[in-house]
T-cell receptor
Framework: NAGVTQTPKFRILKIGQSMTLQCTQDMNHNYMYWYRQDPGMGLKLIYYSVGAGITDKGEVPNGYNVSRSTTEDFPLRLELAAPSQTSVYFC???????????????FGPGTRLTVT | GQQVMQIPQYQHVQEGEDFTTYCNSSTTLSNIQWYKQRPGGHPVFLIQLVKSGEVKKQKRLTFQFGEAKKNSSLHITATQTTDVGTYFCAGLSWGNQFYFGTGTSLTVIP
């Protein structure tokens, strides 16, 4: 199993440009998450999904969009990039059995994004 | 909104000394997870605590969940250089969102 994979690893964007961060997991996890981590800080949840076709906002969703058309993929779209979106972005997945709390999160290697 | 505070922010210890990081939530948690992140790496899951007052051990690491399920701690006995990294707690309230603490960065001096 590859686990959680993310592309690209690094990206530099100009202000106002758009891009999609890709995330794929091969563990058949129903939950997937997008976090951002600013230097020296903890992780902030951007969006999450509890299954294909279902997404919900996290703590810091403004400026981002997501979709979940399959169990495996959870792309994050940045529209009109701003310097405040310079960060490291982590995708994660976990399994939740039915109505119980999700189990451990498996993180991808991250995407380092700079907006100038 | 929910907040998860973690202290200290930084800790420098001599190799062999003990280390503790504390996590406090503004709301009652259904469970709490702990992660370790090496410099330049991604968070790696360490453990999950669910029950009030729960204590779990992993070799030199001891994890506790408070009786009120609003705080937690991670204690490392006799630190080694391999323990270097940032330790995060992540609290789950009664929904699907995990709130991560700000992390404690551990430096171990050989």
């Amino acid at each position: 199993n590859a686990g959680v994979t993310q592309t690209p690893k690094f990206r530099i964007l100009k202000i106002g440009q758009s891009m999609t961060l890709q995330c794929t997991q091969d563990m058949n996890h129903n939950y997937m998450y997008w976090y951002r981590q600013d230097p020296g800080m903890g992780l902030k949840l951007i969006y999450y999904s509890v299954g294909a076709g279902i997404t919900d906002k996290g703590e810091v969703p403004n400026g981002y969009n997501v979709s979940r058309s399959t169990t495996e993929d959870f792309p994050l779209r940045l529209e009109l990039a701003a310097p405040s979106q310079t960060s490291v972005y982590f995708c994660a997945s976990s399994y939740s059995p039915g109505t119980r709390s999700p189990w451990e999160q498996y993180f991808g290697p991250g995407t380092r994004l700079t907006v100038t | 909104g929910q907040q998860v505070m973690q202290i200290p922010q930084y800790q420098h210890v001599q190799e062999g000394e003990d280390f503790t990081t504390y996590c406090n939530s503004s709301t009652t948690l259904s469970n709490i997870q702990w992660y370790k992140q090496r410099p330049g790496g991604h968070p790696v899951f360490l453990i999950q605590l669910v029950k009030s007052g729960e204590v779990k051990k992993q070799k030199r690491l001891t994890f506790q969940f408070g009786e009120a399920k609003k705080n937690s701690s991670l204690h490392i006995t006799a630190t080694q250089t391999t323990d270097v990294g940032t330790y995060f707690c992540a609290g789950l309230s009664w929904g699907n969102q995990f709130y991560f603490g700000t992390g404690t960065s551990l430096t171990v001096i050989p």
